[in-house]
């Protein structure tokens, strides 16, 4: 049995990892939507969803019973092969992007070193783009076989606007290489580590490499491309609804609707995630590394919660006020009081707490975004990726390279 | 049978179904499809070669950039189904033996050659990013540099195309 283990510990791990990661990456895709509606409505002064369990905290699950209940028609001119294909394509190049990217460091478990992550490819951040490349044909397969015009155009524009912002996405990441000098995201994260400088050693500020430089440019460029490429407010013109009804995705109900949401909500996440790797120092803590008492802060946020939690539990009379909430309080200050009392537990999850906090961050900036920018015009887009967005993120590898070779000690 | 082995034959027989499909598709963009599914499993070969840049160069930029327009040009233009033409008689004729012909030679030249294929592949060499870039840019500029300069005048000649029109 021990032989056995040891033998194939490589693959157990790995399908245990990826059970673990879809599973919490499908959670968080439903829980997204909650957020997104809970903030929007907060945004234009509403409540958002409420009436499902508490909170609104159930509506996920209400959504996800209706898709899968719901009727799947099929338009009769569609194309039967790319009409099936394309929702598959888009959740499963989603889903597969999260494969490479580091949560925290390597660590051990029961004797056996494993990486953080599912798979730890030296060119991972190669693999993400050749996804990103890919994923365009998941929404302008989907336009062009439900054979429907409000489709159809849905589609070009997407494959328009994917193809011109991929040049500025791949582009602004250039000078984040040149500063590692190397395609592994573990290996980038690990190059914006310092012993005493904390965040200001994230590429996004960039001090205290000999030879670093700011990034600030180049996220930016990132960033904004990268919504691009999300189709996201204010870039969503591949389903502007009240142009196109609702674009590639019109024809598409049920399961396969929600592929294509869960599609996208995913490539959020992962797109934060980049971000977060790329140029805020993935799983690493803002504070020096010398400053031991801040290992305790996640300990403390969940103590605080649980105690808001039990102190507006006081103002409730139903049930569910008076038992569930001061319940839920109570949990989350145990769990916080564990990790406190368990150092080794506490140092485990330091990296995935850091990595997580930053990336909801991003997924909040992205709905914070959609509840107050208007959509570009079509002409806007195209000329704001070419014109502008592209030629910046050039002149920030030349000035990125120039400052290098500058510093560089000769 | 080695695992790589059972792997190599899988993204071959992936790549020559492909390749069939492409030309027996009726449909363009179902041909365009086919090349897709080409694509990726030659960027599969060559992981399995150890050349893990090449195999996700390729998806980038074949599998991603060139099919996306490729794609791109035939949803723009809806293009339709292909008339089923006769073949020519020629084609008919000559086509099958002469395909067999080429691939029997090819076949031979390698059994004949008396040694095995030269191979990256082996345990844990992976071409390094670095030696293909030294390669390219130091040993290769010239040649390099001359291709790019005549992607340039053909995206040149696109755009007088063009302009031609107006």
């Known amino acids: 049995m021990t032989a056995f283990l040891t033998q194939y510990a490589f693959l157990i791990a790995?399908?245990?990892?990826?059970?673990?990661?879809?599973?919490?990456?499908?959670?968080?895709?439903?829980?997204?939507?909650?957020?997104?509606?809970?903030?929007?409505?907060?945004?234009?002064?509403?409540?958002?969803?409420?009436?499902?369990?508490?909170?609104?905290?159930?509506?996920?699950?209400?959504?996800?019973?209706?898709?899968?209940?719901?009727?799947?028609?099929?338009?009769?001119?569609?194309?039967?092969?790319?009409?099936?294909?394309?929702?598959?394509?888009?959740?499963?190049?989603?889903?597969?992007?999260?494969?490479?990217?580091?949560?925290?460091?390597?660590?051990?478990?029961?004797?056996?070193?494993?990486?953080?992550?599912?798979?730890?490819?030296?060119?991972?951040?190669?693999?993400?783009?050749?996804?990103?490349?890919?994923?365009?044909?998941?929404?302008?397969?989907?336009?062009?076989?439900?054979?429907?015009?409000?489709?159809?155009?849905?589609?070009?524009?997407?494959?328009?606007?994917?193809?011109?912002?991929?040049?500025?996405?791949?582009?602004?990441?250039?000078?984040?290489?040149?500063?590692?000098?190397?395609?592994?995201?573990?290996?980038?994260?690990?190059?914006?580590?310092?012993?005493?400088?904390?965040?200001?050693?994230?590429n996004i500020i960039g001090v205290g490499h000999g030879y670093g430089f700011t990034q600030i440019v180049g996220f930016t460029c990132f960033f904004i491309a990268a919504i691009a490429e999300t189709n996201r407010v204010p870039f969503d013109l591949p389903e502007a609804e009240s142009e196109l009804v609702a674009g590639f995705h019109t024809e598409y109900a049920s399961m396969k609707f929600a592929m294509f949401f869960i599609g996208e909500y995913t490539a959020m996440i992962s797109v934060s995630a980049l971000a977060t790797i790329l140029f805020f120092g993935g799983w690493l803590s803002p504070f020096p590394s010398t400053w031991g008492f801040t290992e305790y802060l996640p300990t403390l946020l969940l103590a605080l919660l649980g105690a808001y939690a039990i102190y507006i539990s006081i103002g409730y009379e139903t049930t569910f006020g008076r038992i569930l909430i001061p319940g839920v309080g109570s949990a989350l200050i145990v769990v916080g009081l564990v990790l406190a009392l368990i150092p080794d537990l506490n140092h485990f999850i330091q990296g995935p707490f850091w990595f997580v906090a930053k990336v909801f961050v991003f997924l909040f900036f992205y709905i914070w975004m959609r509840g107050t920018l208007p959509r570009f015009r079509y002409d806007q887009l195209m000329a704001f990726g070419w014109k502008f967005l592209l030629p910046v993120s050039i002149a920030n590898v030349v000035v990125t390279s120039a400052v290098m070779l500058w510093r560089m000690p000769r | 049978m080695s695992a790589e082995l059972i792997i190599f034959f899988v993204l071959a027989a992936l790549a020559v179904l492909g390749a069939l499909s492409l030309i027996l598709q009726r449909h363009p963009i179902h041909s365009a499809l086919s090349l897709i599914v080409v694509m990726v499993a030659l960027a599969g070969l060559y992981l399995l070669q150890g050349s893990e840049f090449v195999a996700a160069v390729q998806i980038i930029v074949y599998g991603g950039a060139i099919m996306v327009l490729f794609i791109f040009v035939i949803m723009l233009l809806n293009a339709g189904e292909e008339e089923h033409t006769n073949f020519s008689k020629l084609a008919n004729i000559a086509g099958i033996p002469l395909a067999v012909a080429v691939a029997g030679f090819i076949a031979a030249a390698i059994l004949h050659s008396g040694q095995p294929l030269p191979s990256t592949a082996g345990e844990g060499t992976l071409t390094s990013t670095k030696a293909l870039s030294m390669m390219l840019f130091r040993d290769f500029v010239y040649p390099f540099e001359l291709t790019s300069f005549l992607i340039l005048v053909a995206i040149l000649g696109a755009i007088v195309l063009a302009q031609r029109e107006r």
């Open chain 1, 14 to 202: 790995a399908i245990i990892k990826i059970a673990i990661l879809v599973f919490m990456v499908l959670t968080v895709d439903a829980y997204l939507t909650w957020l997104e509606r809970k903030v929007i409505a907060h945004i234009q002064a509403r409540w958002g969803p409420r009436r499902v369990g508490p909170f609104g905290l159930l509506q996920p699950l209400a959504d996800g019973l209706k898709f899968i209940l719901k009727e799947d028609p099929m338009p009769t001119s569609a194309d039967r092969t790319a009409y099936f294909l394309a929702p598959f394509i888009t959740l499963m190049l989603a889903l597969t992007s999260l494969a490479v990217i580091p949560f925290g460091p390597d660590f051990t478990i029961f004797g056996y070193t494993t990486n953080f992550g599912i798979a730890d490819v030296n060119i991972s951040i190669l693999v993400l783009f050749a996804i990103t490349a890919l994923s365009v044909y998941g929404v302008a397969l989907a336009g062009w076989a439900s054979n429907n015009k409000y489709s159809l155009l849905g589609g070009l524009r997407s494959s328009a606007q994917m193809i011109s912002y991929e040049l500025a996405l791949t582009l602004s990441v250039v000078g984040v290489l040149l500063i590692a000098g190397d395609f592994s995201l573990k290996g980038i994260v690990l190059q914006q580590q310092t012993a005493t400088l904390g965040f200001l050693s994230w």
